[in-house]
């Protein structure tokens, strides 16, 4: 594993609180590169000796949240996953319970609806071939299902976090295994 420089760690923290900040109060397109370096307190070839623009930085969110929702989601085998109700929206839950803050924000927001939807994307094709590995179904039926899964769950934490549907963590969770298993089921538990 890379060892990363302290000072590259003290400058990717400065952007990233920066990021936070600016997001709160700004449109995606109205955040600059110089509004973020100088919030950051950093100088802008530093921010350029790493990245090439606010949309390569941001794109470092989006995998970052990608990774560790695909890790959540395929922590354990994916037929022990699947076959146990629920177990993966406990685990997803308590992420986003602890990550409350800015990434429920990434996800949540109207305004920033770009960056989930590549999330959302990453996650499903990640899970897609987890699915396709343990179950032998077709890529499509492994990205429909996948897709499904992703979408349905991103949809209702929309809904839980925004308010738009005030129910349990239970309710929540019994909504989901509602939607997802009965759909998902007739995909992975059909005759090879």
């Not at 990363?4 to 936070?20: C, E, G, I, P, S």
């Not at 070839?45 to 470092?60: A, E, P």
């Not at 602890?98 to 939807?117: A, G, K, N, P």
Request: proline letters at 1%.
């Amino acid at each position: 594993m890379a060892v990363v420089d302290r000072r590259v760690q003290k400058t990717n923290k400065a952007l990233r609180d920066a990021f936070r900040d600016l997001s709160r109060d700004n449109r995606y397109r109205d955040i600059t590169v110089k509004a973020l370096t100088e919030k950051a307190g950093i100088n802008r070839k530093t921010f350029y000796l790493h990245y090439d623009s606010i949309d390569d930085f941001v794109n470092t969110f989006v995998d970052e949240l990608s990774n560790q929702l695909l890790t959540i989601i395929t922590q354990r085998p994916v037929g022990e996953t699947m076959s146990i109700s629920g177990r993966i929206f406990d685990d997803v839950f308590d992420y986003f319970d602890r990550s409350r803050d800015f990434l429920t924000f990434l996800m949540m927001s109207d305004e920033y609806s770009f960056l989930s939807r590549q999330v959302e994307n990453n996650v499903a094709a990640g899970f897609a071939k987890a699915l396709r590995d343990w179950y032998h179904i077709s890529k499509l039926d492994a990205t429909i299902s996948s897709s499904f899964m992703i979408r349905n769950v991103t949809m209702l934490f929309r809904m839980y976090y925004r308010g738009q549907a005030k129910f349990t963590k239970e309710e929540f969770k019994n909504y989901l295994l509602r939607l997802d298993f009965s759909g998902v089921q007739s995909f992975i538990n059909k005759e090879q």
